[in-house]
């Protein structure tokens, strides 16, 4: 029997150290999408966060969060899934969950399928302004951020589509 423990990463993320456990049955590419969605979006989102609990049905993968005081438009500024997450789970947030940008991070060959499926299944009025997007990373990623220092992650390593 295989013992299947938690493993911790160091990485330096957009000029910060950032520690993330892979726990059991956790990918390492899963990890990987946190560490990388972290260094595209800290610049944007100073206050942004990894796996912290936010009160709701679900949790994020990366979360930033407004300031109480500042709860004009949404609750959350970003909100950022990695890997597999349903249609279901991206409707229920698009709708209930007051993010003004969600970002799904993937590595898939092709999103294709899955920007069409999100786009016939969730009403138009929660994609308003590019509110919803698609990141999928480059099938070499693992091998093109293996030393885990990322001052920035290059558009060559990925493609965005907003759905």
């Known amino acids: 029997m295989e013992l299947r423990e938690a493993v911790l990463y160091d990485f330096e ?35 942004l966060e990894i796996e912290t609990k936010v009160g ?10 407004r300031r109480p005081e500042d709860f004009r438009r949404g609750q959350f500024l970003f909100w950022g899934e990695c890997g597999q997450t349903t249609v279901r789970k991206v409707g229920w947030l698009a709708k209930h969950a007051d993010v003004e940008l969600l ?13 069409s499926e999100l786009r016939d299944a969730i009403d138009r009025r929660y994609l308003a302004g ?7 990373f480059a099938a070499d990623i693992v091998e093109r951020a293996a030393s885990r220092s990322v001052a920035r992650v290059p558009e060559s390593w990925y493609t965005k589509t907003v759905v």
């Open 130 to 136: 590019a509110r919803l997007q698609v990141v999928n």
């Open 103 to 115: 970002v799904l991070f993937k590595m898939l060959g092709n999103t294709g399928p899955l920007v």
């Open 56 to 65: 709701l049905r679900y949790k994020p993968d990366l979360v930033a969060r």
């Open 13 to 47: 993320l957009a000029g910060r150290r950032v520690r993330l456990w892979k726990r059991p049955g956790e990918s390492y590419e899963h990890v990987l999408m946190k560490a990388l969605g972290f260094a595209m979006y800290v610049g944007d989102f100073p206050g």
